[in-house]
């Protein structure tokens, strides 16, 4: 039985923000009085090709007189507690919006089954899958379940588990909602892991529908069918991306050596997805996860392919910065402006541990 991704949808929230302006405002932050650090910091955010980003936050204009989280005492960081607050309050919000932008005014609430919610930027329990299941006004009988702290691959295993319970019961219809506030976490501190990741993550959100029938509801052309999935680890690479609680925050561990460890696995990824050695060629479209500049070069590189190939992952590198796990679904929005029935589409992401989780797709369009 086929399983399609339908009804998909994108939000982010209210405040926009130019990679330039962040730029500057990390640099005040850091030391206002450090020539040095600040033309570092404008060379470092122009080579990441981001040209905006969005936040849940208020906080990153410069000037700003009173700030949500990052308060003018530049010695002191926000809590966890802080942080998980301004979670609390915003993560709902913006998950609703994605979901309206995926299913509109006439869509049946009431047919969902099962309700998947993914996110690595928050969490608290009861979590944001029973929020919104009342919220949104689902049946009692729906089925919740979350994808918590796994990065930015996360939306694959919530894909491995919609399309498992559209097996058991070939009626589901399983909303799968993502969303992420990954700018909670920026942090005052110099080393290079933390330099790397402020300069790239955003907040965002995506929402689809998985189910057994093709409806054709992206960008009104059509739906995705799932045909393959897998997943690849690369043991080495388990210091070189990492992602712990700390009492300042979440901290992430995101060295410069991460996209070669991606370059060594992604053409054993699409090999496992194939079950063969599979040429560039025999896929259509390219989703691969824009965690940066340099991971898209290497996958470029490796796999044969020009700017061209993944132009739908620069643009949303581009417009919105890494937004961690929704990010493939903005990928997936953008190449469904060229959706052509029968065309092959690999997405791909990469996470924690080193981890690199695959999908083939294939477009069902309209007739």
């Known amino acids: 039985m086929s399983s399609y991704i339908t009804h998909l949808g994108i939000a982010v929230p209210r405040h926009e923000y130019k990679q330039t302006a962040l730029a500057k405002w ?17 060379v ?25 989280l990052f308060i003018e005492d530049q010695e002191k960081e926000p809590s966890i507690e802080d942080r998980m607050q301004i979670y609390g309050q915003e993560i709902i919000p913006l998950c609703r919006k994605a979901i309206y932008n995926a299913l509109g005014d006439d869509f049946n609430y009431k047919e969902i089954t099962h309700l998947i919610t993914v996110s690595c930027t928050g969490m608290y329990a009861p979590g944001i899958e029973l929020e919104l299941k009342q919220s949104i006004g689902l049946n009692d009988q729906v089925q919740m379940h979350a994808v918590n702290f796994v990065g930015c691959y996360a939306f694959f295993p919530a894909l491995k588990m919609a399309k498992a319970f559209c097996s058991e019961q070939a009626n589901s219809k399983v909303l799968i909602v993502s969303a992420e506030l990954c700018t909670l976490h920026f942090q005052n501190k110099i080393e290079e892991d933390h330099l790397l990741s402020n300069s790239l993550f955003a907040d965002g959100a995506a929402a689809c529908i998985v189910q057994n029938e093709p409806d054709g509801t992206i960008a009104g052309e059509g739906s995705l069918e799932l045909k393959a999935q897998t997943q690849l680890s690369i043991p080495k690479g388990r210091s070189d991306m990492a992602w712990n609680i700390h009492s300042d925050g979440f901290l992430m561990r995101l060295t410069s050596y991460v996209p070669e460890l991606v370059n060594s696995g992604i053409k054993r990824l699409i090999n496992q997805l194939f079950e063969e050695d599979v040429k560039a060629e025999l896929i259509d479209q390219w989703a691969i996860h824009p965690g940066g500049r340099k991971i898209l070069e290497v996958c470029a590189k490796e796999l044969d392919l020009t700017e061209k190939d993944l132009a739908a992952s620069y643009e949303v590198l581009k417009n919105y910065g890494n937004l961690s796990a929704p990010t ?3 990928v997936l929005n953008a190449l469904s402006k060229q959706a052509i029935d029968g065309k092959k589409v690999l997405a791909c992401g990469f996470g924690p541990g080193l981890t690199l989780e695959g999908a083939l797709l294939k477009w069902k369009v309209n007739a």
């Open 44 to 68: 470092l955010y122009k080579k990441t090709r981001i040209e905006k980003r969005y936040s849940v936050l208020s906080d990153f204009e410069l000037n700003k007189q009173q700030a949500a």
């Open 328 to 330: 493939i679904l903005f």
């Open 26 to 42: 990390m640099a005040e932050r850091y030391d206002a009085a450090d020539e040095n650090l600040a033309r570092k910091l404008k």
